[in-house]
Each structure stands twice: as C-alpha cells, then as structure tokens.
T-cell receptor, first 113, second 113 residues
C-alpha cells in the first residue's frame, strides 16, 4: 500500500521560531511537492522537487525553503515563522510517468501564535 | 500565468439529486486530473483525462474533458451522503512541467439527507 507520511498532524509554534515539516514517501517517486491549503484558495504549490537536491519554486515560495537530501524525504522549512503561515500543509509525491497521479500525505495543521 | 478556475465554490445538494461542477483553464491543457478530499482528509486522486472530448465514468461519477481541452466537468448522479467533500481539478502548469499541477480552488459539496 502506497504511503506518504508527515511528521506531525498538528503543530503549534511561536512567531519567529524555525519550523521543520518532514515528509517521507515509500513509493520511490521522483517528484515531491509541498502545498499549503487555505479555505477558498485550494492547494497552492510552495516548492517542488524532481530529484535529490533539485528544487523549483512554486507559486508561493516566500518565507519557505526546502531540503531533499534523500529521494524518499522532502522537508519544508519556515526560517522564521509568522502568523500568516498558519495553515494546513500537504506533502505529495508522484512518479515521472505521464500518468503522474499525486499521492498526498495526511497533512500538518500548523498554528503560529 | 495559467489559471484553473472551478465553479461553483459551494454546492448544496439534496440526497438523490444530480449536480455538475465545472473546471476552466486559461490555457489549453495536455491533461486534467480530478481529486476528492473528504472532510478532515487529504486529496485522493480520482481520474485523469487526456484526450479531447474524452468522457470517463466511475459508477455515478461522469468526467468530461472539453473539445478544446480548456475545460472539464464532473457530473454526479443520484448524490449520496458519501459524496460529501471537496472536489479539485488540476491541470499541468506547463507542457514540460515534470509533474507540476495547478489546482483549482475546489467545489465543496454538502449533501442534505
């Protein structure tokens, strides 16, 4: 059974803290994604990685960075958390085939106080 | 840049009724995907459409890709309470996107028994 796991379901942090969100997939997928989901805005792509150590900015990369040191793991980093980064964060992975269905993790609901 | 728009944003349906949700792109798409997110859950892939005018059915769900490949629709017949959730469409960001997709804001479906 394919699986994408995220390190936390719920996280509460304070303004200015450095926050790490971890995502692991067990499907040997090349592509990994970080999205944030806000009511009425759908899923917005923060960063995308198509290979180890490779990354591309998505629509809303400001205030975020990512790390992909191993194929199965993709980390999202909030260098200095702010209240407007309170959101649901979803990780996903997909293969490089033309039928690149995305598999999503359960999400991390981050609250920044 | 490319935009993927979904209408309506909310859909209240009486159990047993039919409804349709629409997805429109500002650019021609090579393919389009649909996902369903149950309340409290994460998006789950439903289907991918590739050919112009393509129609695919999954039980009570009918998916259609427009002739110009700039729009798509999801029609649900005899709605059931299990259809509750948010339905997202997603189109590739560019023709050589390596798997990056632009998601619409979603249609949130509420079913009244």
């Amino acid at each position: 059974d394919v699986k994408v796991t995220q390190s936390s379901r719920y996280l509460v942090k304070r303004t200015g803290e450095k926050v790490f969100l971890e995502c692991v997939q067990d499907m040997d997928h090349e592509n990994m994604f970080w999205y944030r989901q806000d009511p009425g805005l759908g899923l917005r792509l923060i960063y995308f990685s198509y290979d180890v150590k490779m990354k591309e900015k998505g629509d809303i990369p400001e205030g975020y960075s990512v790390s992909r040191e191993k194929k199965e793991r993709f980390s999202l980093i909030l260098e200095s958390a702010s209240t407007n980064q309170t959101s649901m964060y979803l990780c996903a992975s997909s293969s490089l085939s033309s039928y690149n269905e995305q598999f999503f993790g359960p999400g991390t609901r981050l609250t920044v106080l | 840049g490319q935009q993927v728009m979904q209408i309506p944003q909310y859909q209240h349906v009486q159990e047993g009724e039919d409804f349709t949700t629409y997805c429109n792109s500002s650019t021609t798409l090579s393919n389009i995907q649909w996902y369903k997110q149950r309340p409290g859950g994460h998006p789950v892939f439903l289907i991918q459409l590739v050919k112009s005018g393509e129609v695919k059915k999954q039980k009570r769900l009918t998916f259609q890709f427009g002739e110009a490949k700039k729009n798509s629709s999801l029609h649900i017949t005899a709605t059931q309470t299990t259809d509750v959730g948010t339905y997202f469409c997603a189109g590739p960001m560019t023709t050589d996107s390596w798997g990056k997709f632009q998601f619409g804001a979603g249609t949130q479906v509420v079913v009244t028994p």
